[in-house]
C-alpha cells in the first residue's frame, strides 16, 4: 500500500521561506508507476483545495500562477521523495499543504494517494 509521508513546514514571517518534504513508501515494482507524478494542494480556511505545483518523473513541472517564481517543486526519484521550497512567503500561503502522487498527469488531485496535511502559516 502507498503511503505520503509529509515533514516540514510550520510558522514563518512574511518574506521568508519553508520546504516541504514528502515520501512515498510501500513501494515496490508493481506499484512504481503510482507515483509518475507528485505534486502538491493547499486548502485555506474556508476555501476549496487548489493545486500548487506538480511535477512528473522526467522532471516536467506546472505551478499555479499564484506562486510561479516563488516556489520551486521537485523530486528524488531514487528516495521516491518530492519537495516543495517555498520562498517569498505571504500570508495568503496560509495553508494546509498536502501531498499527492498519481499515475498520469491527468489523474493528479483526484488519485487516491493523499498526505496528512502540513500547516503553513505566513505571518504578516
Known amino acids: 500500500q502507498v503511503q505520503l509521508v509529509e515533514s516540514g513546514g510550520g510558522l514563518v514571517q512574511a518574506g521568508g521561506s519553508l520546504r516541504l518534504s514528502c515520501a512515498a513508501s510501500?513501494?515496490?515494482?508493481?506499484?512504481?508507476?503510482?507515483?509518475?507524478?507528485m505534486g502538491w494542494y493547499r486548502q485555506a480556511p474556508g476555501k476549496q483545495r487548489e493545486l500548487v505545483a506538480v511535477?512528473?518523473?522526467?522532471?516536467?513541472?506546472n505551478y499555479a500562477d499564484s506562486v510561479k517564481g516563488r516556489f520551486t517543486i521537485s523530486r528524488d526519484n531514487t528516495k521516491n521523495t518530492v519537495y516543495l521550497q517555498m520562498n517569498s512567503l505571504k500570508p495568503e500561503d496560509t495553508a494546509d499543504y498536502y501531498c499527492?502522487?498519481?499515475?498520469?498527469?491527468?489523474?493528479?488531485?483526484?488519485?487516491?494517494?493523499w498526505g496528512q496535511g502540513k500547516k503553513v502559516t505566513v505571518s504578516s
Open positions: 510501500g513501494i515496490n515494482v508493481m506499484n512504481i508507476f503510482s507515483i509518475n507524478v
Open positions: 511535477i512528473s518523473r522526467g522532471g516536467d513541472t
Open positions: 499527492t502522487a498519481a499515475t498520469l498527469w491527468a489523474q493528479i488531485g483526484a488519485g487516491d494517494f
